[in-house]
């Protein structure tokens, strides 16, 4: 079974440009979640999708935006980005019907530099 | 609000030596704790969740609701194990649907 499958793996953009980043979840997994790892914060919750509905969001600006397609791959956008949202962007899917509770299978990861 | 600690960011012990890494966690529910590992150059997994209540890789966890806390812990340690390790927590509700990581503990066993 492919793993999850996250493009790109790597980016450079500079300040006031949006990006858009691809989530592909494991076949058969339906609840696809993003999270975002700093050095200083860690990892953070962005959001979590099941079957095309964004069932929580973790505190983010409304810069950050996401969204998942009837075949379970997501996208996230962040728009007119800033110094602050350089990071790795982690990408999670489960099989789990009630999402974080089961296991999360993560991916490789997008990592943003914002210049 | 869901908070997880890890009070080491590194920690160091020599082969055959035990181990503990520190959890402890902030929740007014019922919470469910986890471990996930993430190995050089791999992806961040799973090692275990406390209600499996099994060993893995001869690592344990016990969830001490008093204290809240949720330590993993193994007897004797091997150079294979050196990691960043991440404790975390889902709640319930609409926190089931996330997870609340601690901030890692790296974990370099030295031969």
């Known amino acids: 079974k492919a793993g999850v499958t996250q493009t790109p793996r790597y980016l450079i953009k500079t300040r006031g440009q949006q990006v858009t980043l691809s989530c592909s979840p494991i076949?058969?997994?339906?609840?696809v979640s993003w999270y975002q790892q700093t050095p200083g914060q860690g990892l953070q919750f962005l959001f979590e999708y099941f079957s095309e509905t964004q069932r929580n969001k973790g505190n983010f600006p409304g810069r950050f935006s996401g969204r998942q397609f009837s075949n379970s791959r997501s996208e996230m956008n962040v728009s007119t980005l800033e110094l602050g949202d350089s990071a790795l962007y982690l990408c999670?899917?489960?099989?789990?019907?009630?999402?974080?509770?089961?296991?999360?299978?993560f991916g490789e990861g997008s990592r943003l530099t914002v210049l | 609000a869901q908070r997880v600690t890890q009070p080491e960011k590194l920690l160091s012990v020599f082969k055959g030596a035990p181990v503990e890494l520190k959890c402890n966690y902030s929740y007014s529910g019922s919470p469910e704790l986890f471990w996930y590992v993430q190995y050089s150059r791999q992806r961040l997994q799973l090692l275990l969740r406390h209600i499996s209540r099994e060993s893995i890789k001869g690592f344990t966890a016990d969830l001490n609701k008093g204290e809240t806390s949720f330590h993993l812990k193994k007897p004797f340690a091997q150079e294979e194990d050196s990691a960043m390790y991440y404790c975390a927590l889902s709640g319930s509700g609409a926190g089931s649907y996330q997870l609340t990581f601690g901030k890692g503990t790296k974990l370099s066993v030295i031969p």
């Open positions: 076949s058969g997994h339906r609840s």
């Open positions: 999670a899917s489960s099989a789990s019907v009630t999402g974080a509770t089961g296991e999360l299978f």
